[in-house]
T-cell receptor
Framework: GDSVTQMEGPVTLSEEACLTI???????????LFWYVQYPGEGLQLLLK?????DKGSNKGFEATYRKETTSFHLEKGSVQVSDSAVYFC???????????FGKGTHLIIQP | GAGVSQSPSNKVTEKGKDVELRCDPI?????LYWYRQSLGQGLEFLIY????????KSGLPSDRFSAERTGGSVSTLTIQRTQQEDSAVYLC????????????FGPGTRLTVL
């Protein structure tokens, strides 16, 4: 079945540092790809998405590009803030009756 | 409602007891999903409803788990004869039909089985 693999955390960075969280997927077809974020004490929420190859999703300064050739959807931000501290989940959705397939999550800690 | 709500927020139970978890989706969202979030295991998909029907129940971990949805709205996840390995956060999400990737999540129910 489909699977999503993302880098293990925690990832600790200083404020204004550059961020990359790696995510790769396996799928039988061409899934849609997502990044969800879970801020401390809050529920999961959609951060950005891309539905086809070469699409770039962006939101709140974060970007991710759907790379079919490398089956990747890495999350990037040029300058992180303390408020970005959260757990980030990469996910895929293949269109079947099986919901989203999530990675295990990456805990990001931004220090002032 | 404004968002997906779940109750209870926390549930502590003894091994062998039955528990029932409730999810109230966003009004108008016909699709509803249950996930389990365990420490170190990430998010595990359990079951999906479109309206009142669940096309595929194979994601449920065992036959002690069941879920139903009535009236196309509220859903309940029932775990019978709970075991310690059932301890986890159970998350519910809802979405518009055909928008399975854009799910709105509830705050979850933290289940602890002693």
């Amino acid at each position: 079945g489909d699977s999503v693999t993302q880098m293990e955390g925690p990832v600790t960075l200083s404020e204004e540092a550059c961020l990359t969280i790696n995510c790769t997927y396996t799928a039988t077809g061409y899934p849609s790809l997502f990044w969800y974020v879970q801020y401390p004490g809050e529920g999961l929420q959609l951060l950005l998405k891309a539905t086809k190859a070469d699409d770039k999703g962006s939101n709140k300064g974060f970007e991710a590009t759907y790379r079919k050739e490398t089956t990747s959807f890495h999350l990037e931000k040029g300058s992180v803030q303390v408020s970005d501290s959260a757990v980030y989940f990469c996910a895929s959705e293949g269109g079947g009756a099986d919901g989203l397939t999530f990675g295990k999550g990456t805990h990001l800690i931004i220090q002032p | 409602g404004a968002g997906v709500s779940q109750s209870p927020s926390n549930k502590v139970t003894e091994k062998g007891k039955d528990v029932e978890l409730r999810c109230d989706p966003i009004s108008g969202h016909t699709a509803l999903y249950w996930y389990r979030q365990s420490l170190g295991q990430g998010l595990e998909f359990l079951i999906y409803f479109q309206g009142n029907s669940a096309p595929d129940k194979s994601g449920l971990p065992s036959d002690r788990f069941s879920a139903e949805r009535t009236g196309g709205s509220v859903s309940t996840l029932t775990i019978q004869r709970t075991q310690q390995e059932d301890s986890a956060v159970y998350l519910c999400a809802s979405s518009l039909a055909g928008r399975a990737g854009e799910q709105f999540f509830g705050p979850g129910t933290r289940l602890t089985v002693l």
